[in-house]
């Protein structure tokens, strides 16, 4: 009796615990949404995200001011290169890539807002706890409102506001850890010989990758 009393003791002790800020799984796939404030953007989009290479791919599909558009995209940020991919018509895009690589983790200087249970409480498997953080984006170029898993650190939701479309609502869902396939975080056997132009746009924001190609 006496060591069920002990181990009841320290389950509560660590549920009590106070969340710390945390790194995400650094080989991640799954899918996204990211929806604008002003109605201006929303698009579903695959992805794949290797924090140990500094690989990201997004394959999505969209509508921007009523104009519909797919898009896909590889993000070599060690090369300071990004290829938009043409699958169909097997043709590639080389740009500059000037985006600084910045790992799925809430900061260590984010403030927790709280906990919660999306879903149920009730019984076991019935919800998912979470904790929401709040701080500053790179460079002080706003504030950003992250919501990750608990256990694992695995994102479910990313708000931040920029001057052009209001607050941006990224949510993330069929998260699994790994990758199926890594052969699709390198170039396309097509893309080898593909030279980059000097006179490029450089790409240097998440949401230019949805809205350069229009």
């Known amino acids: 009796m006496m060591l069920l ?19 995400s799984p650094p080989l991640l796939s799954g899918s996204l ?11 579903y989009a695959r992805y794949l ?7 990201v791919r997004i394959m999505e599909l969209g509508s921007y001011e009523n104009k519909s558009f ?12 990004m290829y938009e991919i043409n699958k169909r018509d097997r043709t590639c895009k080389k740009k500059p890539l000037k985006a600084v690589f910045h ?20 019984g ?17 170029a706003g504030k950003f409102m992250t919501t990750v898993t608990e256990f694992g650190c695995v994102p479910v939701s ?21 990758i199926s396939d890594p052969g699709q975080l390198n170039p396309p056997d097509f893309c080898l010989d593909e030279e980059m132009r000097a006179d490029e746009e450089e790409q240097t924001d998440f949401l230019s990758l949805f809205l350069n190609k229009l």
């Not at 995200?49 to 690989?55: I, T």
């Not at 790992?103 to 009730?122: C, E, W």
């Not at 920029?162 to 941006?168: E, I, L």
């Open 5 to 23: 009393v002990v181990l009841t003791c320290l389950l509560a002790g660590c549920l009590a615990q106070k969340p710390h800020p945390c790194s």
């Open 33 to 43: 949404t990211v929806s604008t404030q002003n109605e201006k953007l929303w698009t």
């Open 49 to 55: 995200y290797d924090a140990l290479g500094q690989r």
């Open 70 to 81: 797919s898009y896909d995209a590889l993000l070599l940020f060690r090369e300071s290169a």
């Open 103 to 122: 790992p799925m983790a809430i900061p260590k200087d984010a403030s927790l807002l709280g906990q919660a249970v999306l879903g149920s409480s009730s």
């Open 124 to 140: 076991p498997g019935e919800g998912l706890l979470v904790n929401t953080w709040t701080g500053d984006l790179p460079d002080k």
């Open 158 to 178: 990313t708000v931040y506001h920029t001057d052009q479309f209001g607050w941006v609502v990224t949510s993330f869902f069929n998260n699994v850890q790994g």
